[in-house]
């Protein structure tokens, strides 16, 4: 009897510090009020981003939109960049003005663009989106105690938020990602702060996206400029209609028949026949490596063959195989049409960094 109620005593003792956590609900309730609260946030109806990207040495102005329920545009919708813009309205898309090609995208790169289309970010309303989110208890973020929320979402992406313990204001988010096509998951870490308020609601005006495990920093945004509730048509958030040219129909045919190898290729063999002085092979490349990206390696690596042996004199022709080669794990392969890229032309700087660059890694098959 003795021993039970000593067992008793400690469950009792020990219970309080087990259960002082709040629970996710709670830390999310906290996190809307530190942000203004419900009211003021669910009057956001749209945001639009202004300030500058860095990676490395380069920087570029950048914007960001976002519309309810689920718009987004990478990019600015009162100047809209005809050379490069994606985004979200429904389904992912991006839009290359050289050669004029606007791909409605699937795999890693639709789940990119998907996973943050929320005026709300991830946390708030979570429940109606359908996700899930699970407290994982406290954990430093620097010098800072954060609550770890990981939030699940229906497509099996997982990504942990960090609410900071004090402020009760989200100052990181982690995630298991490619940075770049075909390149293996990076453990990042964005890091969130300086907070400002516009129209009664503290937005974040710096984000540094960090590898945790070297600290290096891999790109960051610095908002100069964040506008609430400016009236967006909603067309702002799709592409543009370009102008079908006969190529450009031609490399649309080719990315829809990216499942089929067999009509990518009667459909290329078709269009070189008949539109013998039209020069398509660097529009080849570019569809080709679109395609790859959304998986279907078997039809780009057709293409790019085709492509490759059409115009044997390019040096991006052999490059953009080379790069498909490697991508689904052909090395012996990559580094030929590599070598035979720089024998076109010596001065290649892709083929030779590329070759570089397979000296010390494996190539990693797309599967």
Known sequence: MRQITLVCAFVLVALPAFCEDPSCDEIIARYAAARGGDARLAAVRTIIYRGTYKEGDVSFPAALSLMRPYYKLVGDPEKLDTTFAEGYDGSTWELYGDPGLVVRTVGAA???????????????????????????????????????????MPDGFEMDEFIDSESWLLIAERKSAPVHAFGQNVLSEERISDYRAVAGVLFPFVHREVEITTGRILNEVIWTSIVVNREIDVSRFSPPVLERTALRAFLDHLFLERS?????????????????????HSGIEFVGYQI?????????????????????????????????YKATGRSADARREFQRALTVDGSYRRAKEALDQMAGEKSVPVK
Do not use: C
């Open 110 to 152: 639709s789940a990119a663009g998907r996973h943050a289309t929320s005026v709300d970010g991830p946390l708030i309303g979570y429940r109606e989106r359908g996700w899930a989110v699970v407290s994982k208890g406290r954990t430093p973020i620097g010098d800072r105690a954060a609550y770890r929320l990981t939030v699940h």
């Open 260 to 280: 089929d190898p067999d009509a990518l290729l009667w459909s290329y063999d078709d269009f070189r026949r008949s539109h013998g002085d039209v020069d398509t």
């Open 292 to 324: 790859l990206k959304m998986g279907d390696s078997q039809s780009a690596l057709a293409l790019l063959e085709r492509n490759a042996a059409d115009y044997p004199r390019s040096a991006s022709g052999a490059y953009g195989l080379g790069r498909a």
